[in-house]
């Protein structure tokens, strides 16, 4: 499955934007998300209508209510192809954290925001039984970063180190999440 055909509109604001700013960017160019990011860049987390509902009418910076935030899921975007095994660890990620969103990047820049409903309406009901699903010793690697309140999920598309935690770059390299 393609990334590119699952992701939605976004906006991109950076931290340091009062909340009614961000959400008049929203509504300007009539994004369902906000991607929030720091000045460096790094993604802080994804806002749709239930996260903003959720915050209320905070009138502070996104920075000071980032740990309100839902946990984040990054997906590197190269290549856009998802095979079935990443297809299924995500929707698997998504139920068990309770998610509605991921971040899908390319070049460390966001590109789309994927919701949940888009990854379970093209999730394959073969793969549900476990068919097809490929060689269950050879897990698709995920790494989380549990010193991010709450934590950061990585799915790397290309193999190699473990990802640095791209919220918060102290945070030095993630682990693999199990």
Known sequence: MRLSSLTRTHVVVRDDVVLPQAEAARERVHAEFIVVVTADGNPLGVLGERELDELGDLTGTLSSVADRF???????????????????????????????????????????????????????????????????????????????????????????????????LFHGAMETDA
């Open 70 to 168: 839902p946990a984040l899921v990054v997906v590197g975007g190269d290549p856009d192809e998802l095979t079935a095994a990443e297809l299924l660890d995500l929707a698997e990620l998504l139920g068990r954290e309770g998610l509605r969103s991921v971040l899908v990047e390319r070049d460390d820049q966001p590109v789309g925001v994927v919701p949940r409903a888009a990854v379970a309406a093209v999730l394959p009901l073969d793969l549900l039984d476990g068919v097809g699903v490929g060689d269950p010793d050879a897990p698709v690697p995920r790494y989380v970063c549990r010193k991010c309140a709450p934590p950061s999920f990585h799915l790397p598309r290309a193999g190699g180190q473990p990802p640095h935690c791209r919220r918060v």
